[in-house]
Nanobody, 122 residues
Framework: QVQLVESGGGLVQAGGSLRLSCAAS????????MGWFRQAPGKEREFVAV????????NYADSVKGRFTISRDDAKNTVYLQMNSLKPEDTAVYYC???????????????WGQGTQVTVSS
C-alpha cells in the first residue's frame, strides 16, 4: 500500500503561481512513477503530468506544457507540481497518483490521494 496526501491548493488570481505537494508513505516511493491529474466539475479526470521513478523523464499534457513543472524528492518521499501562469481553466481538484507503469491513463494508476482544490480567479 501507498498512502498519498496532497497539499498546497488554494485560491489564486490568473497569472499567479502555486506549488502542490504530494507526500507518500508506505511502500518504496522510488519504485513508482508519480502522476498529477485534475478534475473540474462536470468533467472527467484528466492527466496533467507524470515523472518516472528515476526522475529522469517527465511527460505533460499539452494544456500545461511550459507552465507546469513536475519534480520529485525521493529523500522526502514527495512529488511536487509547480504551476505558473495559472489560468481560470486550470481550476479543478488536483490529485496525485502512483503507478508502476509509464502511463498517462488514470485507470492504470494504483494509488490516489484525496485531492486538493485549486481555484484560479479571472
Amino acid at each position: 500500500q501507498v498512502q498519498l496526501v496532497e497539499s498546497g491548493g488554494g485560491l489564486v488570481q490568473a497569472g499567479g503561481s502555486l506549488r502542490l505537494s504530494c507526500a507518500a508513505s508506505g511502500r518504496t516511493f522510488s519504485n513508482y512513477a508519480m502522476g498529477w491529474f485534475r478534475q473540474a466539475p462536470g468533467k472527467e479526470r484528466e492527466f496533467v503530468a507524470v515523472i518516472r521513478w528515476s526522475g529522469d523523464s517527465t511527460n505533460y499534457a499539452d494544456s500545461v506544457k511550459g507552465r507546469f513543472t513536475i519534480s520529485r524528492d525521493d529523500a522526502k518521499n514527495t512529488v511536487y507540481l509547480q504551476m505558473n501562469s495559472l489560468k481560470p481553466e486550470d481550476t479543478a481538484v488536483y490529485y496525485c497518483a502512483a503507478t508502476t507503469r509509464w502511463v498517462t491513463l488514470p485507470q492504470w494508476y494504483d494509488y490516489w490521494g484525496q485531492g486538493t482544490q485549486v481555484t484560479v480567479s479571472s
